[in-house]
C-alpha cells in the first residue's frame, strides 16, 4: 500500500460523495459547496457530528467576519456540504434549508436551541463568545457584541451508516442466562446488560469466536463480590460447555464509565481476576459504544465519553509491535490467521473511524488492496476462521510475509 492515511481518508470522502450522488441521481457533477468538521477539537467535532447524526442538532453558526477572512461565499439554500470527523472521514451529507443574518445580541434562546447542543441563551452566549475571540484572533477579525452571525438551518440527506447485523439468538440467549445467574450471586447488582464484540457484527463462529458481554452495576463491587462470580466461573469450566466457555467480559460499576476507575470483575476465557479499574477502552470501547446491543436493564452508553483517537492509535502500534515481536514464533496456524485479521480491523478503524468485525475488515481490505500475496493470504485468513476444524497443518509461510508487510504498512500511517 502506497497511500498515507490521509490520501486514503480523502479518497473515501471523494466515494462517499460520489455514491451519494449517484444513489440520489444527482448529476455527477453536482458541486460540493463545503466538506470540514464541525468544533477546533478532536472531542468537539465527533461529539457534534453524533448530534448531527441523531438528528439533535439541525443548525451551525459562524461569524460572518470570518466568510471574507476565509474567502468563502455564504452558504444558499440547497447547497451540499460534507460533514467530517475531525480527522476528515466522512459523517454525513447535509443540505442547507434557511439561512439568516443576525446580531450576536439579538440571537433568541429558539435560535440557540436550534444548534441543539443543549445549551439555554446564557450558556450559548457564554461559549460561542469564548469561540469567536478565539477564532477572530485565528482569523482576522474582532468579535464584537453586535458582530453579525450567520444561521444556518440543514437536513441531513444522507449518512455514513453503521452496518447492523443481526444477533445470534443463542449468542443472546446465552448472555441473557449468564447474566440472570451472575445477578443473582451479586444480589440483583446488575444494572445493564450488553453483548458486545464479534456477535454484534453476525461474526461469531463457534470453536472460533470468543463471546463478548459488558454488565454494569448499580453499585460498587468487591472482593467478595470476585468470590461469588469465581464460583460460577469454575462451575462453568467444568461443564465445558461450547457458548457458556468462551463467554468474556467485564462488570463495571456505573460511576467507572468515565473514569475507568474502580473494582471491575473480569472474566476471560483463560482466566477470570478482580481488577483495580476497567480496561475497557480505545477500539473496544468505540465497538461497544457504536453496536453493543442492550439485552437487560437501563441504556447508560450516552454517558461514556467516545474514546479520543491517540488512543486508537496507540493500539495499533501495539497491535504492529506485538506482530514484529512474535510472527513466526507461534506453530499454530489459527494465531497467523488472527494476527492477519485483526491486523485488517486495525487499518479499517484507523481509515473509517468505525469498528466492525474481523470478517467484515478482512473482506473490506482485500477489496481495496492489489498485492496478490496480501489476497491470498487474506483469503486464507478467512478460510481459518470459517473452517477452523479443518486445519493441521501449518501455513505460516502462507502467512509471515504478507503479515509483515501489513504490520509495516500500517506503522507507516501512523
Request: aromatic content about 10%; overall charge negative; glycine content about 8%.
Amino acid at each position: 500500500m502506497a497511500r498515507t492515511l490521509d490520501e486514503w481518508i480523502a479518497c473515501r470522502r471523494a466515494r462517499f460523495y460520489r455514491d451519494f450522488l449517484a444513489k440520489s441521481g444527482r448529476p455527477a457533477d453536482t458541486p460540493l459547496f463545503d466538506c470540514d468538521h464541525f468544533e477546533a477539537t478532536a472531542r468537539g467535532a465527533h461529539a457534534l457530528l453524533r448530534l448531527v447524526l441523531e438528528g439533535r442538532k439541525r443548525a451551525a453558526s459562524s461569524a460572518l467576519p470570518a466568510f471574507a477572512a476565509r474567502g468563502k461565499k455564504l452558504p444558499e439554500p440547497g447547497a451540499l456540504s460534507l460533514i467530517t470527523d475531525f480527522y476528515g472521514r466522512p459523517g454525513c451529507v447535509i443540505e442547507t434549508e434557511t439561512v439568516a443574518v443576525v446580531p450576536f445580541s439579538d440571537v433568541t434562546a429558539e435560535l440557540a436551541a436550534s444548534e441543539g447542543e443543549g445549551d439555554t441563551l446564557e450558556s450559548w452566549r457564554a461559549s460561542h463568545r469564548r469561540f469567536f475571540e478565539t477564532d477572530g484572533r485565528e482569523n482576522g477579525y474582532v468579535f464584537r457584541e453586535d458582530m453579525p452571525v450567520v444561521f444556518e438551518t440543514f437536513r441531513v440527506v444522507c449518512r455514513e451508516e453503521e452496518p447492523r447485523a443481526a444477533v445470534d439468538p443463542r449468542a443472546e440467549e446465552t448472555v441473557r442466562a449468564f447474566a440472570a445467574r451472575l445477578n443473582g450471586l451479586l444480589g440483583g447488582a446488575l444494572e445493564s446488560v450488553y453483548l458486545t464484540g464479534s456477535a454484534t457484527y453476525g461474526d461469531f463462529h463457534p470453536g472460533y469466536s470468543d463471546l463478548d458481554f459488558f454488565f454494569i452495576s448499580r453499585r460498587p463491587l468487591t472482593q467478595t463480590d470476585f468470590e461469588k462470580a469465581h464460583a460460577l466461573y469454575a462451575e462453568y469450566r467444568a461443564k465445558n460447555d461450547g457458548w457458556f466457555s468462551v463467554l468474556e467480559g467485564d462488570v463495571v460499576h456505573r460511576d467507572a464509565l468515565a473514569t475507568g476507575e474502580g473494582g471491575t470483575l473480569y472474566w476471560g476465557t483463560s482466566r477470570d481476576r478482580f481488577k483495580p479499574r476497567c480496561d475497557l477502552s480505545g477500539y473496544s470501547m468505540r465497538s461497544f459504544l457504536a453496536h453493543g446491543v442492550l439485552l437487560e436493564g437501563i441504556e447508560q452508553r450516552a454517558r461514556i465519553p467516545w474514546p479520543e483517537e491517540a488512543v486508537i492509535r496507540a493500539q495499533a502500534r501495539h497491535m504492529c509491535n506485538t506482530v514484529r515481536d512474535y510472527a513466526g514464533q507461534a506453530g499454530e496456524n489459527a494465531h497467523y490467521a488472527d494476527w492477519l485479521l485483526l491486523l485488517s480491523q486495525t487499518l479499517y478503524t484507523l481509515i473509517t473511524g468505525s469498528t466492525t468485525g474481523k470478517t467484515a475488515a478482512t473482506k473490506w481490505l482485500y477489496a481495496h488492496v492489489e498485492d496478490a500475496a496480501l489476497k491470498i493470504a487474506l483469503a486464507a485468513a478467512l478460510d481459518v476462521r470459517f473452517h477452523p476444524e479443518t486445519y493441521r497443518k501449518s501455513l505460516g509461510e502462507t502467512f509471515t510475509k504478507p503479515m509483515q508487510r501489513l504490520r509495516e504498512d500500517i506503522a507507516a500511517l501512523l
